[in-house]
């Protein structure tokens, strides 16, 4: 048995992994707590960690904590990461518009 598998069924409290080291594929639905510690620049990297959590077979309610010290790189990189997060969903926003404001002969044009 895996550790992660020893996790999910229990017999482990804690499962401690760095955000890179863990790479993916990694199922851990036994937890419900999530704490970031080590952040990244990219905010998908740690997006993707909170996702080993969510996953199928998850029934409980989880957690995501982030550990982000005043005056710290960590807290220039959240700061670095939240304006990521919005430059994305405007560009998502704006094709969402975008979108919806194509007509028929529009779509046809793009068809053809």
């Known amino acids: 048995m895996d550790l992660c598998d020893r996790f999910n069924d229990g017999e482990k409290e804690l499962f401690l992994i760095s955000l890179k080291a863990g790479g993916t ?3 851990l639905t036994g937890a419900d707590t999530v ?3 080590d952040l990244w620049w990219n905010p998908a990297v740690e997006e993707q960690a909170a996702d080993r959590v969510h996953r199928m077979g998850q029934n409980k309610k989880v957690k995501v904590i982030k550990l982000v010290a005043s005056g710290t ?3 220039k990189m959240n700061e670095l990461q939240e304006k990521k997060r919005d430059l994305i969903a405007e560009i998502v926003d704006s094709e969402a518009q975008r979108s919806v404001a194509l007509t028929e002969e529009d779509i046809r044009e793009m068809l053809m």
């Open 35 to 37: 704490i970031l510690y």
């Open 25 to 27: 594929g990694l199922n």
């Open 73 to 75: 790189i960590e807290e």
